[in-house]
């Protein structure tokens, strides 16, 4: 069945270090990709998203490219602050074969002063 | 423009017991969404209204779990009754249609659930 996998955390950097979060997904169809981000204390929301293969979802300087033929969708910023301390959600949704939204287990990422 | 409100946000209550859980959608959202998210785990879907049609229940225990959006505006999810294993946050959401699920869905603060 569709599903998505997301590096396990916790992820802990330095400020100013660059952020990888991998993501892997299994799916039918071409399905919408997306990363959520959950900040302490906050609800779900959306950072970023990539509707088909070879876009590149990026926002507040967190960037993440579709890759069909590596079915990934990896999330990647090139020098984090302490404010990006909060738990990264990688998530698909498709409607092939009716709709499914599916999210990953989550990575939270502590950032150091 | 205000949020997806859902109360209560924290909810204590002794096994076998009712519970219900409260959701308003961001006005003109037709798509309405509960899902469960267990301790260190992502979120996963129990029900998805559009308007005030069910179009997507498979994940819901019917044994126990309803759920309904009288209206296709606010909406309640029930457990009646309740197990230890409901322990867990549950999120609502909603979006503008899904467009093949590729519109952005917004949620609330969720409701957190122990049950003793």
């Known amino acids: 069945g569709d599903s998505v996998t997301q590096m396990e955390g916790p992820v802990t950097l330095s400020e100013e270090a660059f952020l990888t979060i991998n993501c892997t997904y299994t799916?039918?169809?071409?399905?919408?990709l997306f990363w959520y981000v959950q900040y302490p204390g906050e609800g779900l929301q959306l950072l970023l998203k990539?509707?088909?293969?070879?876009d590149k979802g990026s926002n507040k300087g967190f960037e993440a490219t579709y890759r069909k033929e590596t079915t990934s969708f990896h999330l990647e910023k090139g020098s984090v602050q302490v404010s990006d301390s909060a738990v990264y959600f990688c998530?698909?949704?498709?409607?092939?074969?009716?709709?499914?939204?599916?999210f990953g287990a989550g990575t939270r990422l502590f950032v150091k002063a | 423009e205000a949020g997806v409100v859902q109360s209560p946000r924290y909810k204590i209550i002794e096994k076998k017991q009712p519970v219900a859980f409260w959701c308003n959608p961001i006005?003109?959202?037709?798509?309405l969404y509960w899902y469960r998210q267990n301790l260190g785990q992502g979120p996963e879907l129990l029900i998805r209204?559009?308007?005030?049609?069910?179009?997507?229940d498979s994940q819901l225990p019917k044994d126990r779990f309803s759920a309904e959006r009288l209206k296709g505006v606010d909406s309640t999810l029930k457990i009646q009754p309740a197990e230890l294993g409901d322990s867990a946050v549950y999120l609502c959401?909603?979006?503008?249609?899904?467009?093949?699920?590729?519109?952005?869905?917004?949620f609330g603060p969720g409701t957190r659930l122990t049950v003793t």
């Open positions: 959401a909603s979006s503008l249609g899904d467009s093949g699920g590729a519109n952005e869905q917004y």
């Open positions: 799916a039918t169809g071409y399905p919408s």
């Open positions: 990539a509707t088909k293969a070879d």
């Open positions: 998530a698909l949704s498709t409607n092939t074969g009716g709709f499914k939204t599916i």
């Open positions: 006005s003109g959202h037709n798509t």
């Open positions: 209204y559009e308007n005030e049609e069910a179009v997507d």
